[in-house]
C-alpha cells in the first residue's frame, strides 16, 4: 500500500521569503501522480501544483514549484515570494496512474504554513 | 460551472440521529468521492462511485452508506450518528483527468 509522510507539522516563512514543505511517499509502482493541495481556513481544498512521475522536469506554477526526487521517492513544495494569502495547511497526495477503473487518491497528514507579516 | 457543491456547511445533530450530506457536481465527472478529515489528519475515502449506479467502500465505510442514481448527485447517508462521526465531510469529484475538485466541505458535530 502506498504511503504519504509529512513530516513537517507546522512550519512559518517571513513574507516574501521562500519555504519548502517536505514530502516523501513509499510506493512499488512506476507511474503515478503526485499533488499538492492548498487547504485555507474556509476549508475549501484547492489544487497547488501536480506532477506525473514520467515527467523528469519539474512543474511550477507561478510561485510554487517542485523538487521531484523519483529515486529518493521525495517530492517537496517551494514558495518563493510568500504572501500572507498562502497561510494554510498544505497537504501532499499520491495516485497511481494505472489505467481503468478507480484509483486511490493518499494524502498525507498535512502541514501548516503560517506567513508572518 | 458552480464546480462540486455541498449542502449543509454546518450540522449539529444529536446521538441516533440520522441525516444526509448532499452532493453535486456539474462537470460531468463521472468519479464522486466522500472523505472525511478529522482534526490534524489527512483526508480518509468514505466511499466512492465510478458512475451512476456503482459505488464501492473506501477506507472507513462503517456508519455511512451512499447511493448515486445520476452523475451528478452523490449523497452520503449517516443512519445513527455516532460522537466518532464528528468530522468534516468532503466530496470531491475526476474525470479521466487524476485531479480531483473538492467541494467546500461540511462540518458536522454529534453531541
Known amino acids: 500500500a502506498q504511503t504519504v509522510t509529512q513530516s513537517q507539522p507546522e512550519m512559518s516563512v517571513q513574507e516574501a521569503e521562500t519555504v519548502t514543505l517536505s514530502c516523501t511517499y513509499d510506493?512499488?509502482?512506476?507511474?503515478?501522480?503526485l499533488f499538492w493541495y492548498k487547504q485555507p481556513p474556509s476549508r475549501q481544498m484547492i489544487l497547488v501544483i501536480r506532477?506525473?512521475?514520467?515527467?523528469?522536469q519539474n512543474a511550477t506554477e507561478n510561485r510554487f514549484s517542485v523538487n521531484f526526487q523519483k529515486a529518493a521517492k521525495s517530492f517537496s513544495l517551494k514558495i518563493s515570494d510568500s504572501q500572507l494569502g498562502d497561510a494554510a495547511m498544505y497537504f501532499c497526495?499520491?495516485?497511481?496512474?494505472?489505467?481503468?477503473?478507480?484509483?486511490?487518491?493518499?494524502f498525507g497528514t498535512g502541514t501548516k504554513l503560517q506567513v508572518i507579516p | 460551472n458552480a464546480g462540486v457543491t455541498q449542502t449543509p456547511k454546518f450540522r449539529i445533530l444529536k446521538i441516533g440521529q440520522s441525516m444526509t450530506l448532499q452532493c453535486t457536481q456539474d462537470?460531468?465527472?463521472?468519479?464522486m468521492y466522500w472523505y472525511r478529515q478529522d482534526p490534524g489528519m489527512g483526508l480518509k475515502l468514505i466511499y466512492y462511485?465510478?458512475?451512476?449506479?456503482?459505488?464501492d467502500k473506501g477506507e472507513v465505510p462503517n456508519g455511512y452508506n451512499v447511493s448515486r442514481s445520476t452523475t451528478e448527485d452523490f449523497p452520503l447517508r449517516l443512519e445513527l450518528a455516532a460522537p466518532s462521526q464528528t468530522s468534516v465531510y468532503f466530496c470531491?469529484?475526476?474525470?479521466?483527468?487524476?485531479?480531483?475538485?473538492f467541494g467546500p466541505g461540511t462540518r458536522l458535530t454529534v453531541l
Open positions: 497526495a499520491y495516485r497511481s496512474a494505472n489505467s481503468g477503473g478507480y484509483q486511490k487518491v493518499t
Open positions: 462511485s465510478v458512475g451512476a449506479g456503482i459505488t
Open positions: 506532477q506525473e512521475a514520467y515527467k523528469q
Open positions: 462537470m460531468n465527472h463521472n468519479y
Open positions: 510506493t512499488s509502482e512506476s507511474d503515478y501522480y
Open positions: 470531491a469529484s475526476s474525470y479521466r483527468d487524476p485531479v480531483a475538485y
